[in-house]
């Protein structure tokens, strides 16, 4: 083992001093070890000497070289002639893409509609016990939960003092008297913003004040027939909301309360599409098939998406994405250039990473006789592989299935490197009960129409299934 | 129209003559392909093991450096290109292709000694009973010259992974051919 591993820093001329002596005397000792080291340096010499009788042919070195030597002439002056094509349209048609997208979104900001008033409201128990509905001041929508929150606060608090106050046979003393005093003082007309900002204040007031008028003997008494009125099931009712929410009344009921008011709100802002968001952001993950390639060719696409709110309903925004896709072509060319025509057309940006995989349908090897080299012409079929980038603006509207589902569709029209796009999706959006996160998943096509190409189909298409995942706020 | 770069070819890398091709200077390509035509060729025929394989293998390794020109990314050109060169042959060695053959590869060459014949066909049957990875790493070292850094970089494995593959492929060359070669007096 200790001669092998000075062997082998013999052959890589790695031994130090020390290795050297310990190697001289192994091998003056060993016979065995002297007779390895003069076949394995044998050996070594008859590898060298192969390897210098082996010459690559002269007539194929010669043609191999000129058929690659010429086909990267040849497309130094193609991709130079590309791009002098190129430029004068492709930055326009970018810009003009991305003003427009900018453009269609200030213009639905500036045009969205006011977000319609939520109808919050009380029931006021008349003395006679006939329900009287009251309706709350007008708050804000759904989309304002702060304000909604405070509106809510406010009609049940009123309407809990008021069934304190029936039940106080309309003489309000203690606890009672100075809670209807402080609604007296606070007013009706106070503005929800206003009530908002005080409703802490108010919260801890009422906290104190409650237990002292229900522990009175007169709540206690006979009178308290009236309380069987729930005015938070009643509220709740008259709110559409449908989870139950039981206020008794005894001495907690102050922290009752505050854990209803809490599931009220939330109820009040379940009731609108799911989730919502104002602003969204979101990423698409597609794979699919071109759609005029007859054989099977592999289509991955992602993109990247902000959208806003116009309505709870009605979304738009702006996507940007990469696409990457085989295109099937049919070349005629020649033998010097052995399938190397030129990968990319129009609207593709470039080959990826590792270049196409042809099938050459001439034979790959070269039978010309030593000296003239005739092109021979071939018909070939290359599937090149493309990318393209591209950028949208899209419409995206949906429709609610349940608390989670949605049911959405998405028109984006936008441009690509020198070609228009077009892009249809339909899919079903999942919002988990924390509505943080929506995922995605549909399917969708999109077509693309090159301005510079001078093939005779000027368009493709392709569709596929797409998955992803949105946030916002 | 073909460009001529005003440096000599010489002086340059070949990651610089590289960049020369792509912007369409023959001459820098030439040079290029001078450098590495007789490594590429040895590489072929004693991983292959079979001519027309080889010859095959090597129009088709400087065909993909055309077709991957721009996967390459402007540094380490020789390990580039020989990590094409790799893929080719392992390829072809994995589909066995039924080429026509090239005639006139054999029929230009110098007549060859009995010898040299004999000896050829002894090193081919020996290096054909090696581990492909041991002889892909012996070839790269004996018969190209490339370090043991050069054949981990081309190969994708450590240093010490070669070391050890091309030790190993010696010894049992070793033991293969010598007493067919030395012991009947080839």
């Known amino acids: ?473 | 129209m073909a460009k001529k770069s005003t440096i000599r070819s010489s002086e340059l890398s070949d990651d610089d003559l590289f960049c020369l091709t792509q912007n369409g200077d023959t001459e820098a390509f030439n040079a290029l392909f001078r450098r590495y035509e007789r490594k590429v060729y040895l590489y072929c025929m004693r991983v292959l093991l079979d001519e027309d394989l080889a010859h095959d293998a090597f129009q088709e390794a400087f065909m993909r450096l055309y077709e991957h020109r721009r996967s390459y990314d402007g540094r380490n050109f020789m390990v580039w290109f020989f990590t094409i060169v790799r893929n080719v042959c392992l390829n072809m060695r994995r589909n066995k292709k039924v080429t026509v053959p090239f005639e006139t590869s054999i029929a230009n060459e110098a007549p060859a000694k009995i010898t040299d014949v004999v000896l050829n066909e002894h090193i081919v049957v020996a290096l054909n009973q090696l581990p492909i990875d041991h002889r892909e790493a012996l070839v790269l070292y004996e018969y190209d010259g490339y370090s043991y850094q050069e054949i981990a970089d081309i190969t994708g494995v450590s240093i010490a992974t070669v070391k050890i593959r091309i030790f190993r492929a010696r010894k049992l060359l070793r033991t293969l051919l010598y007493p067919v070669v030395y012991d009947n007096g080839v």
């Open chain 1, 1 to 473: 083992m200790e001669f092998e591993q000075l062997l082998r820093k013999y052959f890589d001329g790695a031994m130090t001093e020390a290795e050297l002596e310990r190697f001289q005397s192994l091998l003056e000792n060993v016979p065995e070890y002297r007779t390895e080291l003069r076949q394995s340096l044998e050996i070594r010499s008859l590898l060298h000497d192969d390897a210098l009788n082996l010459k690559p042919p002269t007539d194929l070195a010669e043609h191999v070289r000129i058929a690659v030597g010429s086909s990267f002439e040849a497309d130094a002056i193609v991709d130079q002639a590309e791009q002098t094509r190129r430029r004068p349209i492709g930055a326009p048609l970018r810009i003009s893409a991305g003003m427009l997208a900018a453009a269609c979104l200030l213009v639905s900001v500036a045009l969205s509609p006011t977000l319609p008033p939520l109808a919050s409201t009380a029931v006021r128990s008349g003395a006679a016990g006939a329900s009287v509905v009251e309706t709350a001041p007008a708050v804000a929508s759904s989309s304002r939960p702060a304000i909604a929150k405070a509106a809510v606060r406010d009609a049940m608090r009123r309407a809990v003092a008021r069934q304190m106050a029936l039940q106080a046979d309309t003489e309000p003393t203690g606890g009672a008297a100075e809670y209807m005093a402080l609604l007296a003082h606070e007013g009706p007309s106070r503005s929800p913003r206003s009530s908002a900002a005080g409703s802490s204040g108010s919260t801890n007031i009422a906290r104190l004040a409650l237990p002292d008028m229900l522990t009175s003997p007169r709540a206690s008494g006979s009178g308290s027939s009236i309380l069987t009125r729930d005015p938070a099931e009643l509220l709740n009712r008259s709110m559409g909301t449908t989870t139950a929410y039981k206020l008794t009344y005894d001495s907690t009921l102050a922290l009752r309360a505050d854990a209803d008011i809490a599931q009220v709100e939330t109820g009040a802002q379940s009731r609108g599409i799911s989730p919502d968001r104002t602003l969204t952001i979101g990423v698409t993950l597609g794979a699919g098939q071109v759609a005029e390639n007859a054989s099977p060719t592999a289509l991955l696409q992602n993109s990247y998406y902000f959208s806003f709110s116009v309505t709870g309903n009605d979304r738009i925004g702006v996507e940007m994405g990469a696409s990457a896709f085989q295109q099937e072509r049919a070349t005629t060319g020649g033998s010097t250039s052995g399938g190397m025509a030129k990968g990319g057309q129009g609207m593709a940006k470039g080959t990826l990473g590792m270049p196409t995989e042809q099938s050459v349908k001439s034979s790959p090897t070269i039978s010309t006789p030593s000296g003239t080299i005739a092109p021979v012409r071939t018909e070939e079929q290359q599937r090149l592989e493309q990318q393209i980038t591209y950028g949208a603006v899209f419409y995206d509207r949906r429709i609610k299935l349940s608390k989670s589902w949605d049911l959405c569709g998405r028109l984006a029209v936008g441009a690509a490197d020198d070609a228009l796009l077009g892009n249809v999706r339909a899919y079903a959006a999942y919002t988990f009960p924390s509505k943080g996160v929506t995922l995605t998943m549909g399917i969708g096509g999109s077509t693309l129409y090159s301005l510079t190409s001078k093939a005779t189909a000027n368009s493709s298409g392709n569709y596929g299934i797409y998955y992803g995942v949105e946030t916002g706020f």
